[in-house]
């Protein structure tokens, strides 16, 4: 189906109100993704992105066409050759047609694209400046990437960002009777000063990883949580809100290990579920672009709540929230966990999969040349490999590649 030439073609939507608010949903859908790519989503906006993706199985599907790479690039194209304002305009009378005008039912074939073109439109200052003269710009080929390392910014409740990588070790604040300090290993430590314990108040920060970044955060509880690329955390500095130890993980994905406490359970919330623990091991993949919340445990007991439904986990198991709903299953602990104890672990795996993974950690974009290969791969690497080490397993199996690098924008091309 072809959605665009020389010139954009706005198909007819059916005029009703439902209708209406699906166009409207995919729009904003568009535009957060635009955002996500461009690495400047907020933790709201990955929120309320997530819970659109999760809401309904059209979401869903918009949300992936606009991230495929063959797509993006065609739409980046047009946008030169675009009229923003009139293309939107042309859209909102497409909405709106004339009485006389015979609506036309075409939401689940072409939703996906509409909110595409519409977002170009809608965004084509805020691409520009995103993408520059990115045609201009010339491709070449480069030998190898480097893996990422611990690189992360805290956020502290005065409003100052601090970059813990050019931090030096040592204190790096004292906030309300808390001590806050780096350690030479990557890790972030909390301690409650005895001097000042009176003075500790529920004040919040924001820990975040980048993509090709991990850190470790160890919470005054002496709760530790390790957070794996493109993560963010926020919490209360004395982890005590209303008499529960309470963090809420912005995005991403983040490996806890609870100290008991009966008397405070330990909450960790997130779009779409709230995690309630007690003294347990546990990790949660929250990542925009995998398809459901996960929830995996490995020691002690977990309750998982969503909107509409609650699940009681057991070591072994995990559950993926979609949709609200919860399902659990059992799981290779080991090998979804494989990611804190510095390894990719990958147990028939497939492509997609594996490439997202390696995606955040050597903070590369991957691009697929033509079909996406539907091999099933098992295998392990350690994750303080180059990217060509890591990528040998696509390799065994006749799975070729190419790195290139396009201005700043390094790529890896799945042929």
């Not at 909102?92 to 039912?105: G, S």
Request: net charge positive; aromatic share 6%.
């Amino acid at each position: 189906m072809v959605l665009w030439a020389n010139h954009v073609v706005l198909l007819v939507i059916n005029h009703s109100i439902m209708q209406h608010k699906k166009e409207l949903t995919a729009i904003r859908i568009g535009k957060l993704v635009i955002k996500e790519l461009a690495g400047q989503l907020s933790p709201a906006e990955q929120a309320e992105l997530q819970e659109l993706i999760c809401t309904t199985e059209e979401n869903r599907l918009v949300y992936k066409e606009l991230l495929r790479e063959e797509k993006r690039n065609g739409l980046l194209g047009e946008l030169k050759r675009f009229d923003g304002n009139a293309a939107f305009d042309r859209f909102t009378n497409k909405i709106n047609p004339p009485a006389n005008r015979k609506p036309i039912k075409l939401w689940l074939r072409i939703a996906a694209g509409i909110a595409a073109i519409v977002t170009i439109a809608i965004l084509s200052t805020y691409l520009f400046q995103k993408q520059g003269s990115s045609d201009q710009n010339i491709t070449q080929t480069i030998k190898d990437i480097s893996p990422g390392g611990n690189f992360a910014t805290l956020k502290l409740a005065d409003g100052r960002t601090i970059s813990l990588k050019d931090q030096q070790n040592g204190t790096i604040s004292k906030e309300s009777g808390i001590n806050i300090s780096k350690t030479s290993d990557g890790q972030l430590v909390y301690t409650v000063d005895q001097k000042d314990q009176s003075l500790a108040k529920e004040v919040y920060n924001t820990i975040t990883t980048p993509v090709g970044g991990q850190y470790q955060v160890l919470l005054p509880d002496h709760s530790t949580v390790w957070l794996n690329a493109a993560t963010s955390i926020t919490y209360a500095t004395t982890l005590n809100k209303q008499g529960k130890r309470w963090v809420r993980l912005e995005s991403g994905e983040a490996y806890f290990e609870i100290a008991k406490d009966k008397a405070h359970p330990f909450i960790v919330s997130s779009s779409g579920q709230e995690v309630t623990v007690l003294g347990t091991h546990f990790n949660i993949n929250n990542y925009s672009n995998e398809n459901a919340i996960k929830t995996t445990l490995l020691e002690g007991s977990v309750k998982i709540q969503s909107s509409s439904s609650t699940k009681v986990l057991k070591p072994g198991q995990q559950s993926a929230v979609t949709r609200n709903q919860i399902k659990v299953t059992p799981v290779d602990t080991e090998a979804v966990v494989a990611w804190k104890n510095g390894l990719f672990v990958f147990n028939e795996a497939d492509v997609p999969a594996i490439m997202r993974q390696i995606s955040r950690w050597y903070n590369v974009e991957v691009q697929y040349s033509g079909a996406i290969p539907n091999n099933l791969i098992s295998g392990g690497i350690e994750r303080n490999s180059n990217l060509t080490t890591a990528m040998k397993m696509l390799e065994m199996v006749g799975i070729k590649y190419q790195l290139v690098q396009v201005g700043d924008t390094k790529k890896i091309i799945i042929h």
